[in-house]
Nanobody
Framework: QVQLVESGGGLVQPGGSLRLSCVASGTGFVINAMDWYRQAPGKERELVAQ???????NYADSVKGRFTIFRGNVKNTVYLQMNNLKPEDTAVYYC?????????WGKGTLVTVSS
């Protein structure tokens, strides 16, 4: 059973930065498909950043130029570097992985952007 654990959320002022981490365990496979989603209060969950074709990346328009998804040196670790955070970035951020066609989600980490 694949388990995903996110960390790194917290309270940050507008213009600040945070780095989220996602670690996947419970599989011997290298997981290529690991993505970041978020869900703001009262809104649907949305894609924030993802790897496509293994190494290429794709971002939501609202975060382009501010957020960066990248892999860690440790197997099955993915990060989301978030810069110039805005109040509208406030949400629970989730990591998603797909392994052999099965989708797994973490429990999320809360990011609050407020002065």
């Amino acid at each position: 059973q694949v388990q995903l654990v996110e960390s790194g959320g917290g309270l940050v002022q507008p213009g600040g930065s945070l780095r989220l981490s996602c670690v996947a365990s419970g599989t011997g496979f290298v997981i290529n498909a690991m993505d970041w989603y978020r869900q703001a209060p009262g809104k649907e969950r949305e894609l924030v950043a993802q790897f496509t074709s293994g190494i290429l990346t794709n971002y939501a328009d609202s975060v382009k130029g501010r957020f960066t998804i990248f892999r860690g040196n440790v197997k099955n670790t993915v990060y989301l570097q978030m810069n110039n955070l805005k109040p509208e970035d406030t949400a629970v951020y989730y990591c998603r992985a797909r392994v052999l066609g099965v989708e797994y989600w973490g429990k999320g980490t809360l990011v609050t952007v407020s002065s």
